[in-house]
Nanobody
Framework: QVQLVESGGGLVQAGGSLRLSCAASGRASTLYNMGWFRQAPGQEREFVAAIRWNGVNTDSADPVKGRFTISRDTAKNTVYLQMNSLKPEDTAVYYC???????????????????WGQGTQVTVSS
């Protein structure tokens, strides 16, 4: 069992920055690939970014490429999502997820993740 706790959400003006954190705990949690997803009201949950368990490979969705960066601190067992140049369309609940899948092509597939956090709200005002 792995527990995930997100933090760092809030209200920010367009063009601003936020850093989300996801603290993982539990059995072998350092061996999990980690992803960030988001869900806006009335919309499907969508992939944002992911990082392999050992940190050597990352991926991000096209709408956030060049603006968002995912990283992880193994010593703290924490994953971060640095979000810069935020836009109103980035407004959503952001979820952290953990999975043990093998292939990088599975990063964007929510069904491949085994554990999810409770989510943190990000609101970007125009």
């Amino acid at each position: 069992q792995v527990q995930l706790v997100e933090s760092g959400g809030g209200l920010v003006q367009a063009g601003g920055s936020l850093r989300l954190s996801c603290a993982a705990s539990g059995r072998a949690s350092t061996l999990y690939n980690m992803g960030w997803f988001r869900q806006a009201p009335g919309q499907e949950r969508e992939f944002v970014a992911a990082i392999r368990w050992n940190g050597v490979n990352t991926d991000s969705a096209d709408p956030v490429k060049g603006r968002f960066t995912i990283s992880r601190d193994t010593a703290k067992n924490t994953v971060y999502l640095q979000m810069n140049s935020l836009k109103p369309e980035d407004t959503a609940v952001y979820y952290c997820a953990a999975g043990t899948f093998l292939y990088n092509t599975y990063y964007s597939r929510a069904a491949k993740y085994d554990y999810w956090g409770q989510g943190t709200q990000v609101t970007v005002s125009s």
